[in-house]
T-cell receptor, first 114, second 112 residues
């Protein structure tokens, strides 16, 4: 989920289980959403994206769900592996006078327990 | 593969110095972004550029300026560095709107 402050939301999941990371976005005009994964010492890396005309999109072991009614986005990771441990960010594309900015949430730290 | 390169991984500057952070992308992307990342606050947008010589303020532009004279290069300028600008700075680029953004490795700036 989203939070403001010094403490990152955390999620601990047993290896092999599925995980769900949630994100609330703020702008009902946002039309494109992305999930990123950030490992320690690296820049964020693209995982999966979804446009506002869709409510679900699947990739390899990942699924993104979009609920525009409540402005909620989720990332599901199937059969988690130790390499999935990272901080996950959702990002929304916000139209702004024709120039569109990409805004990120505060992130969720996912820890996979062996 | 798209490559976004930030000129420094680590930088230490003194209060009051003018600081330049450079970012170069090699894929002819239209849009470029500068973010800062602080613990628990996620990535906050400082400035973005949608074309050469065009720029827009992000959510936290105070104390920063940017320059985009060439399409591949987007510079972040701290006019007079202050200790509260100590942070991780991330540059990103994307081809156009509604496409994924690619990030550089980040520059960890410490202002003393």
């Amino acid at each position: 989920g989203e939070s403001v402050g010094l403490h990152l939301p955390t999620l601990s999941v047993q290896e092999g289980d599925n995980s769900i990371i949630n994100c609330a976005y703020s702008n009902s005009a946002s039309d494109y959403f992305i999930w990123y994964k950030q490992e320690s010492g690296k820049g964020p890396q693209f995982i999966i994206d979804i446009r506002s005309n869709m409510d679900k999109r699947q990739g390899q072991r990942v699924t993104v769900l979009l609920n525009k009614t409540v402005k909620h986005l989720s990332l599901q990771i199937a059969a988690t592996q130790p390499g999935d441990s990272a901080v996950y960010f959702c990002a929304e594309n916000r139209p702004r006078f024709g120039n569109e900015k990409l805004t990120f949430g505060t992130g969720t730290r996912l820890t996979i327990i062996p | 593969d798209v490559k976004v390169t930030q000129s420094s991984r680590y930088l230490v500057k003194r209060t009051g110095e003018k600081v330049f952070l450079e970012c170069v992308q090699d894929m002819d992307h239209e849009n470029m972004f500068w973010y800062r990342q602080d613990p628990g606050l996620g990535l906050r947008l400082i400035y973005f550029s949608y074309d050469v010589k065009m720029k827009e303020k992000g959510d936290i532009p105070e104390g920063y300026s940017v320059s985009r004279e060439k399409k591949e290069r987007f510079s972040l300028i701290l006019e007079s560095a202050s200790t509260n600008q100590t942070s991780m700075y991330l540059c990103a680029s994307r081809l156009t709107v509604n496409t994924e953004a690619f990030f550089g490795q980040g520059t960890r700036l410490t202002v003393v």
